[in-house]
């Protein structure tokens, strides 16, 4: 019984064995298919031989029945390089020279090879391929094509001291200026910016796409042969800024323009050229000269001096004995030699030691004073604008564009980081039949570089022989005394007193008014039914970015009692304010 039961028992687990075994993972039998390569197709694509006149708009499309398409490469083959092109697929190059482009890529602006001469037609093929997640790529596809192509054009567009030049005017004709040049932007001073632009309208005549550039700066040159610069005197030797992609490492870049700044004194010729998208440059590029000034306060500040005194005031002759509001020109005689002397007493009384230069004649006539060059306000820290006479307005300015000459000249010194300290009467209204009120624009030199607000004006024809202008009454804070009309002095003038000088309104807080009007007869002191009497006559501006300095006096200090050293104690005040920082 015992051996029959482990008989069975021997018999059980051999089953179970046998069972066990038999579910155990079968092995696979047969060959497993291969991968198979992807196809490719020109579509929507011009038929062979078509001639372009810009880089085409290819389009193909790669499927892959067992997987999907990941990339998709081409290559351009100039034609007297390809022979047959049957044959030339046994002899492609590596895929290191192919260009890869993303599998959704279907539609690839191609560059094809162009001549710069417009006459030729280059003859090409595109060889197209693409690749599956296999890594297998497909029969190489091709077809032929040409291209001609026409050079662009550049153009300066925006030039310093010139804006938006017509495309009338060759680039070679855009005559530069002279300009300042500092070592940084300020809050006043943007740089030398300049703007251009590539032109192609034969090839690409809906507008062209986004070409690149290359830009040169040479200098500087003398000064003295800036006339006679053309870009014939450009040499390698000479340049002195380039373009330049950092990402690519070319001189060849997108960028439409670039601000200059950092440069020497001396003359400098800008060139730059358009290149298409054949890679084909502008076989002329546009160019340009300018004369650039550094502050010698800032290049040589052991060279500079300390102030310039510009001769603005109009002088009226002795056979004119109608026109009232000026200084006679020979009585006493030789009068202007009178006034300059005045700011050599002034200047040299301070005992400071201070240098200046005394430009220009006296002006006689309608004339406007002339304006300094550019070199001789770069070489002084800050500049006095006497301008003693009535109505002229040598400062006139209505806006940057409109304004006159000596505005300009002044606007541009104080953007240089220049200090100016203007002396006179209706230096910044130059129109006889204004009287009252009236507004500085926003963009005009007194709002912007004097923050001065508006003016009230009494005109030429009313001055009348009783003097209105007594004298100028110092604020709490300032530290003048009361500066009264010298009448000595006044029989000098046409009208024998200064009559009503011009009164000012302060902007901002960042001015300071030193002196108020005071009338004779305070009570009945208005023009056209604007106030005078206590309205600011001497002030001072320091903007809050400190870039310049400035200061107006809307009366002649020359014609003020210095009997008891009044008018040497505010030339003393108001040098040092310049001079001392």
Same mark, same amino acid.
């Given at each position: 019984?015992?051996?029959?039961?482990?008989?069975?028992?021997?018999?059980?687990?051999?089953?179970?064995?046998?069972?066990?075994?038999?579910?155990?993972?079968?092995?696979?039998?047969?060959?497993?298919?291969?991968?198979?390569?992807?196809?490719?197709?020109?579509?929507?694509? %011009?038929?062979?031989?078509?001639?372009?006149?810009?880089?085409?708009?290819?389009?193909?499309?790669?499927?892959?029945?067992?997987?999907?398409?990941?990339?998709?490469?081409?290559?351009?083959?100039?034609?007297?390089?390809?022979?047959?092109?049957?044959?030339?697929?046994?002899?492609?190059?590596?895929?290191?020279?192919?260009?890869?482009?993303?599998?959704?890529?279907?539609?690839?602006?191609?560059?094809?090879?162009?001549?710069?001469?417009?006459?030729?037609?280059?003859?090409?093929?595109?060889?197209?391929?693409?690749?599956?997640?296999?890594?297998?790529?497909?029969?190489?596809?091709?077809?032929?094509?040409?291209?001609?192509?026409?050079?662009?054009?550049?153009?300066?567009?925006?030039?310093?001291?010139?804006?938006?030049?017509?495309?009338?005017?060759?680039?070679?004709?855009?005559?530069?200026?002279?300009?300042?040049?500092?070592?940084?932007?300020?809050?006043?001073?943007?740089?030398?910016?300049?703007?251009?632009?590539?032109?192609?309208?034969?090839?690409?005549?809906?507008?062209?796409?986004?070409?690149?550039?290359?830009?040169?700066?040479?200098?500087?040159?003398?000064?003295?042969?800036?006339?006679?610069?053309?870009?014939?005197?450009?040499?390698?030797?000479?340049?002195?800024?380039?373009?330049?992609?950092?990402?690519?490492?070319?001189?060849?870049?997108?960028?439409?323009?670039?601000?200059?700044?950092?440069?020497?004194?001396?003359?400098?010729?800008?060139?730059?050229?358009?290149?298409?998208?054949?890679?084909?440059?502008? %076989?002329?590029?546009?160019?340009?000269?300018?004369?650039?000034?550094?502050?010698?306060?800032?290049?040589?500040?052991?060279?500079?001096?300390?102030?310039?005194?510009?001769?603005?005031?109009?002088?009226?002759?002795?056979?004119?004995?109608?026109?009232?509001?000026?200084?006679?020109?020979?009585?006493?005689?030789?009068?202007?030699?009178?006034?300059?002397?005045?700011?050599?007493?002034?200047?040299?009384?301070?005992?400071?030691?201070?240098?200046?230069?005394?430009?220009?004649?006296?002006?006689?006539?309608?004339?406007?004073?002339?304006?300094?060059?550019?070199?001789?306000?770069?070489?002084?820290?800050?500049?006095?604008?006497?301008?003693?006479?009535?109505?002229?307005?040598?400062?006139?300015? %209505?806006?940057?564009?409109?304004?006159?000459?000596?505005?300009?000249?002044?606007?541009?010194?104080?953007?240089?980081?220049?200090?100016?300290?203007?002396?006179?009467?209706?230096?910044?209204?130059?129109?006889?039949?204004?009287?009252?009120?009236?507004?500085?624009?926003?963009?005009?030199?007194?709002?912007?570089?004097?923050?001065?607000?508006?003016?009230?004006?009494?005109?030429?024809?009313?001055?009348?022989?009783?003097?209105?202008?007594?004298?100028?009454?110092?604020?709490?804070?300032? %530290?003048?005394?009361?500066?009264?009309?010298?009448?000595?002095?006044?029989?000098?003038?046409?009208?024998?007193?200064?009559?009503?000088?011009?009164?000012?309104?302060?902007?901002?807080?960042?001015?300071?008014?030193?002196?108020?009007?005071?009338?004779?007869?305070?009570?009945?002191?208005?023009?056209?039914?604007?106030?005078?009497?206590?309205?600011?006559?001497?002030?001072?501006?320091?903007?809050?970015?400190?870039?310049?300095?400035?200061?107006?006096?809307?009366?002649?200090?020359?014609?003020?009692?210095?009997?008891?050293?009044?008018?040497?104690?505010?030339?003393?005040?108001?040098?040092?304010?310049?001079?001392?920082?």
């Amino acid at each position: 019984m015992r051996r029959g039961l482990l008989i069975l028992s021997i018999a059980m687990i051999s089953a179970l064995m046998l069972g066990a075994a038999g579910c155990g993972k079968k092995s696979l039998k047969g060959t497993p298919a291969g991968n198979k390569a992807p196809t490719i197709a020109f579509s929507n694509t %011009p038929p062979e031989n078509y001639v372009f006149t810009s880089n085409p708009h290819l389009t193909w499309s790669g499927t892959d029945e067992d997987g999907r398409v990941i990339g998709y490469y081409y290559l351009v083959v100039q034609d007297d390089s390809v022979g047959n092109p049957a044959d030339y697929l046994d002899s492609l190059p590596p895929d290191s020279l192919w260009i890869n482009v993303p599998q959704e890529s279907t539609t690839v602006t191609v560059r094809f090879f162009a001549s710069s001469n417009e006459t030729d037609t280059v003859g090409q093929y595109v060889f197209v391929k693409c690749v599956d997640d296999d890594g297998q790529f497909s029969p190489t596809i091709y077809r032929r094509y040409s291209r001609v192509n026409r050079p662009p054009q550049t153009y300066i567009r925006i030039f310093p001291g010139k804006t938006d030049p017509s495309d009338s005017l060759p680039p070679d004709q855009m005559v530069g200026e002279y300009l300042w040049v500092l070592p940084d932007t300020t809050r006043v001073w943007s740089g030398l910016k300049i703007t251009w632009e590539g032109k192609d309208t034969l090839d690409f005549p809906d507008g062209e796409p986004d070409f690149d550039y290359e830009w040169n700066l040479y200098g500087p040159y003398d000064t003295s042969t800036a006339a006679a610069l053309t870009i014939a005197d450009t040499s390698a030797d000479l340049l002195v800024r380039w373009s330049y992609n950092d990402s690519t490492g070319s001189h060849w870049l997108f960028s439409k323009e670039v601000v200059l700044k950092d440069l020497r004194t001396g003359a400098y010729i800008f060139t730059v050229r358009v290149r298409d998208d054949a890679q084909v440059p502008d %076989p002329t590029p546009a160019w340009n000269k300018f004369v650039l000034v550094e502050p010698v306060w800032i290049s040589s500040p052991d060279a500079v001096l300390d102030i310039l005194i510009i001769q603005a005031t109009q002088y009226r002759t002795q056979s004119d004995t109608t026109t009232r509001g000026y200084p006679r020109l020979n009585n006493p005689a030789s009068f202007p030699d009178s006034i300059r002397q005045f700011y050599r007493d002034m200047i040299d009384g301070t005992g400071v030691g201070y240098s200046y230069t005394i430009y220009g004649n006296h002006v006689t006539g309608t004339t406007l004073a002339p304006v300094p060059p550019i070199s001789v306000f770069a070489r002084h820290r800050m500049v006095i604008v006497d301008n003693a006479d009535f109505n002229k307005g040598d400062l006139y300015s %209505p806006d940057a564009t409109t304004e006159n000459p000596m505005a300009g000249a002044i606007r541009r010194y104080l953007q240089a980081g220049g200090k100016a300290w203007v002396i006179g009467r209706q230096v910044f209204q130059n129109n006889p039949g204004i009287v009252g009120k009236s507004d500085y624009s926003s963009q005009s030199l007194p709002f912007q570089y004097f923050d001065i607000s508006y003016g009230t004006f009494s005109s030429n024809a009313a001055v009348s022989q009783t003097a209105e202008f007594m004298a100028a009454n110092p604020t709490p804070t300032s %530290p003048f005394e009361r500066l009264v009309v010298d009448q000595t002095k006044c029989r000098y003038m046409y009208q024998f007193n200064l009559s009503k000088v011009d009164v000012m309104a302060r902007y901002s807080s960042n001015s300071t008014t030193l002196l108020t009007y005071e009338a004779i007869n305070p009570d009945t002191s208005y023009q056209d039914g604007w106030p005078i009497h206590a309205m600011p006559v001497a002030m001072v501006y320091e903007p809050s970015h400190g870039a310049f300095k400035t200061s107006v006096f809307t009366f002649p200090l020359y014609f003020m009692d210095n009997s008891g050293g009044e008018v040497q104690h505010v030339f003393n005040y108001m040098l040092a304010w310049f001079l001392d920082d």
